[in-house]
């Protein structure tokens, strides 16, 4: 069983940083993409930022110069430094990881896994 598990959020002062991390946990598995979402309430879920395996990576407009996504391909974890934050980055966060993995001999599943989520609060 492949398990995301994150940690980092919290609250903050506008103008403040955080770091999210999450670790990717399991056995036989690759991982292709690894990203972040976020969801404020009343919204839906929001693609913040994305790398993939080669290290190329995708920002929303709205964090882009502000927000750093990193992965560690040896330890399984991807990272996301948060800067200049403004309380309408306030949501849970969400570690999001495509991954396929071989459950048992023979057999290969592609799937997207979810973290737990992590609240982070930005206040002004």
């Known amino acids: 069983q492949v398990q995301l598990v994150e940690s980092g959020g919290g609250s903050v002062q506008a103008g403040g940083s955080l770091t999210l991390s999450c670790a990717v946990s399991?056995?036989?598995?690759?991982?292709?993409?690894m990203a972040w979402y976020r969801q404020a309430p009343g919204n839906q879920r929001e693609l913040v930022a994305e790398i993939i395996s080669d290290s190329s990576t995708n920002y929303a407009g709205s964090v882009r110069g502000r927000f750093t996504i990193s992965r560690d391909n040896a330890k399984n974890t991807v990272s996301l430094q948060m800067n200049s934050l403004k309380p309408e980055d306030t949501a849970v966060y969400y570690c999001?990881?495509?991954?396929?993995?071989?459950?048992?001999?023979?057999?290969?599943?592609?799937?997207?896994?979810w973290g737990q989520g992590t609240q982070v609060t930005v206040s002004s």
């Open positions: 399991g056995k036989n598995f690759n991982i292709n993409v």
């Open positions: 999001n990881a495509d991954i396929t993995y071989w459950p048992s001999r023979g057999v290969r599943l592609d799937t997207k896994k």
